[in-house]
């Protein structure tokens, strides 16, 4: 299993990006995909998660309306687009799947700063 995020960068408050995440070595359109982060000197935190479909979509309540999760099941891939970014959205953005076990992309970092 791996897992590759992209998309993240520097934005001013307000701002928005679209991270993706383009996953390989195993049946993607059949697991659940997730997003969390990861603060500077705070512990992960889950942040959105799409179902198998699509279908079904659920969220941390600080990004709802704000966030979006969604997927490509013909391209392996999952996005988070991201709007009207606070400053305390600052972290660092992770892919995650279980499949048979946990596993993590390497991260995209998200900074939002003027």
């Known amino acids: 299993v791996q897992l590759v995020e992209s998309g993240g960068g520097l934005v001013q408050p307000g701002g928005s990006l679209r991270l993706s995440c383009a996953a390989s070595g195993f049946t993607f359109s059949s697991y659940p995909m997730y997003w969390y982060r990861q603060a500077p000197g705070k512990g992960r935190e889950f942040v959105a998660r799409i179902s198998d479909t699509g279908a079904i979509t659920n969220y941390l309540d600080s990004v709802k309306g704000r966030f979006t999760i969604s997927r490509d099941n013909a391209k392996n891939t999952v996005y988070l687009q991201l709007n009207s970014l606070k400053p305390e959205d600052t972290a660092v953005y992770y892919c995650?799947?279980?499949?048979?076990?946990?596993?993590w992309g390497q991260g995209t970092q998200v900074t939002v700063s003027s």
């Open positions: 995650y799947a279980f499949v048979r076990y946990g596993y």
